[in-house]
């Protein structure tokens, strides 16, 4: 029988995570995202990683797909000579230039542009917010002497947030160029850009993607800014998909203004008909534990009430005790929480009449249909992908079953919410066509006799137009 959960599980790669036979135990667990963060990547064991996925796609007939996490503009302090302590009140001097070890006066600080970028007045955070320092004076050059705020141990490398300077550093560093034309090499599906902030961001990984590949790679911008939850909706005409990251995003806003924030991102990215992943801390527990808290469950079933497509783990497979067991865990609340009546998504009609507004109107209309036929499953054929993405917007209750003669695609579109793609390459007459999709339909388990399934198609099939066609089969027979 297929799997029964619609919401996707992404799961990220790690030491944990390395060996062949956790990676399909992971696969039949429920994941169906891996992710490869460039933070901690080693491009021998990255390739390594993703040839096992890709054998394990053949072997297992799934279509797991590959997302590449870039790193961003990630800003630290130096290393720290013994063990030091800062207090409120004290005063201490952020110096960049050439690194050495601090100490309780004196930090080195890995961004050379601090000083001029940061003005007296503004805040300076330290691990994840633990540490709170105010800006006092800068020299312009080299030096930023602030006082502490919020004070305790003053640890080597640890992140450094600056939520309300003004940062020159573009989201793509020199290191994320590199990892970018390596990821683009190995043919991933999906590249997440960090600490996007503005649409050029994106418009500049667009153009690495363009000069390198021959496909389009979608973009995921991760959101952990306050700029990007302000400027979203310029950022949404240039991304395919949201991530909201609410590890930095909690530290660079109030922690308690991050619900809402989710909820509006969430709403943004439905609007647009782009997939969203809700990440960090989703089952930290679970690291160590067997059993998540009751709060990580809720947080996990809150995150598909709010219409996620997605829900990411990171520590907890990549360097976690349990990460089969985890996957096991969110699958089992995922599929608990989905059918579920309370969920309310907006079904605002496509109004924008682009060229593609009737297939926007046909996806939209075959998914409310579905739902009122309570029709098992909408097949579509597809040469970009476009319908899936439409129709899953849509979040009808039927499986979304995505027919494609474009393997690189088949991939892609595993992260979408519902939606499993087949590969299909016999584009006869309509009526075969559809004939065809549906015995594979019966075959996989997804349909049964006395099922209704909703058939959309661009006529004439063999031209592989744009989606003009709805058509609604009960099935009368299920031979294969």
Known sequence: MPSKKKTKIVATLGPAT??????????????DVFRINFSHANYDDVKERINII??????????ISILADLQGPKLRVG????????????????VTGKPFEGNSEKVYMNYTAFPKDVKAGERILLDDGKLIFEVVETNGENEVRAKVVQGGPLKSKKGVNLPNTNISLPALTEKDIKDAIFAISQNVDWIALSFVRFSQDLIDLQ???????????PIIAKIEKPEAVENIDKIVAYCDGLMVARGDLG??????????????LVLRAKKARIPVIIATQMMETMITSLTPTRAEVNDVANSVMDGADAVMLSGETSVGNYPVQVIQKMSSILQSVEGSELIHVPHDPPHIRTKRYITKSVCYH???????????????LTNSGYTAFQISAWRPSAHILVFTSNRRILTQLNLLWGVKAFYYDRFVSTDETIEDVNSIACKKGFLDVGDMLISLAAMPIKDKGMVNTLRVTEIETCAF
């Open 54 to 63: 890709r054998e394990l796609n053949e072997e297992l007939e799934t279509n």
């Open 18 to 31: 390395s060996k062949r036979e956790v990676l399909k135990d992971m696969i039949d667990a429920g994941v």
């Open 251 to 264: 530290v660079e806003v109030p922690a308690q203004e991050v619900p809402l924030i989710q909820k509006q």
């Open 79 to 94: 290393v720290m000579a013994g063990e030091v302590v800062v207090s409120p009140g004290d005063e201490i001097t952020f």
């Open 366 to 380: 075959a998914a409310i249909m579905a739902n009122e036929i309570k029709a098992k499953a909408i097949s579509t």
């Open 207 to 217: 153009n690495i993607i363009k000069e390198h590949s021959e496909h389009k790679i």
